[in-house]
């Protein structure tokens, strides 16, 4: 059995998109698809003293542009986003241990497109922060030339998939013929249940990027994506 997700990169994801990286064996970045604006592939939230707000990664990118074909193009956003997070999560208990990965990010070198950038950090994060262990790949390696349901299906024939986790944002599209015909199961994941954790700012918010959640609970943090499902409630 080979179970698969198929997304495209987001930048600074939230916690779900990591509990479905953790779910499966192969994570197939989907980043040769038409590019949405003012959207999650180049912004997320973070908790600031005026609650949740956006962090933007400026681009010169437009809907007649693939994901992987977009461009950053001032590099000033770097200092500007190392900024805001040591300003607004310096004093969280775990801030510490992940500056040298977040230095090296916004620091260490520029970036010169997007895909580049959010597969380096969701890989980064994943691998380094998370423990996570699943198989990663570029949707392009696999030169699929269907288009939207036929593409994806495509994409798990060609990767050797049994099996398909899709987000539940797709029930309402997804033709689940398509998946049983070609003998790939079709399975949903929930994000529902996650546990609070002592975050600043109230009221507690899930959806926000990662960071938050990794600031604030270190080492602990697989636990509050997926550990908690099979384990005791903690005090």
């Known amino acids: 059995m080979k179970k698969v997700a198929i997304l495209q990169s987001n930048y600074i994801p939230w916690k779900g998109y990591f509990d479905?990286?953790?779910?499966?064996?192969?994570?197939?970045?989907?980043?040769?698809?038409?590019?949405?604006a003012?959207?999650?592939?180049?912004?997320?939230?973070?908790?600031?003293?005026?609650g949740a707000e956006w962090l933007t990664v400026p681009?010169?990118?437009?809907?007649?542009?693939?994901?992987?074909?977009?461009?950053?193009?001032?590099?000033?956003?770097?200092?500007?986003?190392?900024?805001?997070?040591?300003?607004?999560?310096?004093?969280?208990?775990?801030f510490a241990s992940a500056q040298p990965l977040l230095e090296e990010i916004y620091r260490g070198q520029r970036?010169?497109?997007?895909?580049?950038?959010?597969?380096?950090?969701?890989?980064?994060?994943?691998?380094?922060?998370?423990?996570?262990s699943t198989e990663f790949a570029d949707s392009r390696v696999y030169s699929a030339t269907g288009s939207k349901q036929d593409r994806i299906v495509e994409?798990?024939?060609?990767?050797?998939a049994s099996s398909y986790l899709s987000g539940p944002a797709a029930k309402s599209y997804i033709d689940e013929a398509l998946f049983a015909d070609k003998g790939i199961e079709l399975t949903w994941h929930d994000y529902a249940g996650y546990p609070e954790y002592r975050q600043f700012h109230p009221p507690f918010e899930h959806g926000v990027s990662i960071f938050d959640?990794?600031?604030?609970?270190?080492?602990?943090?697989p636990w509050h994506i997926w550990g908690w499902r099979d384990a005791a409630p903690r005090s």
Not at 24 to 31: A, N, P
Not at 116 to 122: A, G, K, M, R, T
Not at 155 to 160: D, G, M, Y
């Open 155 to 160: 994409l798990l024939e060609k990767s050797a």
């Open 213 to 221: 959640l990794l600031f604030h609970t270190g080492s602990d943090a």
């Open 20 to 36: 479905i990286i953790n779910e499966v064996d192969l994570f197939i970045f989907y980043d040769d698809v038409q590019y949405t």
């Open 111 to 132: 970036w010169t497109h997007l895909s580049q950038l959010n597969q380096h950090l969701i890989t980064r994060i994943a691998r380094d922060m998370l423990g996570i």
């Open 59 to 94: 681009t010169d990118g437009s809907r007649e542009k693939l994901i992987c074909d977009v461009r950053l193009l001032d590099p000033r956003w770097q200092e500007i986003h190392w900024k805001s997070l040591q300003q607004c999560y310096g004093k969280a208990p775990f």
């Open 38 to 50: 003012r959207d999650w592939r180049n912004r997320n939230r973070i908790k600031t003293p005026r």
